[in-house]
């Protein structure tokens, strides 16, 4: 939980000062990402061991998202954690040589009113 909450707030800060932009959808290109968020899905998909990390990562950019855009559509707001992990990994085995960060971008732009 201490993970999820750091990774949260770091991407709180990050996104606080993109505050200029108007739209969350031009947000996720963007976005400068560190640590399990440069691996590929395909990396993500074969290394269990590690799962708790990148989905810790994952909920936190969820999050993060979310607290950008408020006035949005809340992505997860229909589902629960497991839910949008299971989205995340279907997407992933659908793109595997596709960075996790670009993946997520693409769950929360998908799920987000204003992108659509």
């Known amino acids: 939980m ?3 909450l750091a990774v949260a707030g770091v991407l709180l800060c990050t996104l ?13 290109p963007t976005l400068a ?6 691996t590929s899905c395909a990396t993500y998909l074969s290394e269990p061991q590690n799962r ?3 989905d810790a ?18 992505v997860g707001s229909h589902t629960d954690n497991r ?3 299971a989205a995340i990994e279907s997407m992933c085995r659908a793109d595997p040589e596709r960075t996790l960060s670009r993946t997520v971008a693409a769950y929360v732009d998908s799920k987000t009113a204003a992108c659509r």
């Open 83 to 85: 839910g949008m992990l």
């Open 33 to 38: 990402v560190g640590g399990g968020a440069r």
């Open 16 to 28: 606080g000062g993109l505050a200029a932009q108007e739209n969350v959808c031009q947000l996720s």
């Open 2 to 4: 201490k993970t999820v």
């Open 52 to 54: 708790t990390f990148y």
């Open 57 to 74: 990562w994952i909920l936190g950019y969820i999050s993060g998202a979310n607290s950008y855009a408020p006035n949005f559509s809340q």
